[in-house]
């Protein structure tokens, strides 16, 4: 996909995001008030931290489409991972909330409000969220988008804390099982945390430009080897920022060709990579094969030299 059809489809399912966040929070009060539920009230309170999130990724999918500039010569997209950074630090607070929660309902034996009016408003809730996962998901697979991802899995936490608040008005309510509650409530926050975990290292390796993926790696190393008239392949870079990857080499030619020979080589490897990933950016610097130079594949430890 174009550059322009990335940005438009993250730019819808950040609005979209937004936008379900807030009817959720209002939907969610209205069942509170009618109902007396404290689940509810505990789930509205996080889609009140839901609103904040989906505006930070808003803000952050925006900034990170800016054009290049000559402050920022490689673009902004690493506004993708500080936004990933702040949902992780939501969903944190999410979790410890229910922790909390929980812990008080266990000690003061809380009881669930016994509504219909409740379940069913959850039970729209549930559909709301269902909506837009399937819209972040496509949208993710469009664009690889990591603010986009980071929000996605917030709301997919927020579907299941949904359900499980639907179940745990159920069961209490037929089954007096007050235990069952606490423990959904736990579990959901569990969830939250290894979520938010998993989400903060992502977010932390672009940051710290960590390598891409090993099997990517590879991928794009057979690129340029297969491609003929190509003697060899070192010092091998790569990084992430947001949706956008930087890939950097040394290609190895014979050094009797021409510059313009050369070049020609280096355009289709970049063409053939950029087919595999779209939205990277290919750098390759030429060197005549066999010159003996200082390299970074030598200077790391258990690497491989090519």
Partial sequence: MSSISNNKLQNLAAIASIATATLLCVLKAGAAIASGSLAILSSMIDSLS??????????????????LSYTHRYGYGRAESISALFQAAFIIGSALFIIYDAADRFFHNKLIADTTIGIAIMVICLLCTVMLLLLQRYVIKKTQSLAIKADSQHYLVDLLSNAAVII?????????????????????????????????????????????????????????LTEKGVMGVHDLRTRCAGSQMFIEMHVEFDGKQTLYQTHDLSEKIENKIMQDFPTAQVIIHQDPYGIKEKRIDHEITGSCRI
């Fill in 50 to 67: 839901d609103i904040a999130a989906s505006l930070i990724t808003f803000i952050a999918v925006r900034f990170s489409q800016k054009p």
């Fill in 168 to 224: 745990s008005l159920l069961v209490v309510q037929y089954w007096h099982w007050k235990w069952f509650d606490i423990l959904t409530a736990i579990i959901i926050a569990l969830y939250l945390i290894f979520n938010a975990y998993d989400l903060a290292k992502q977010a932390l390796n672009e940051l710290t430009d960590a390598e891409l993926a090993e099997p990517i790696k590879q991928q794009i190393l057979q690129t340029a």
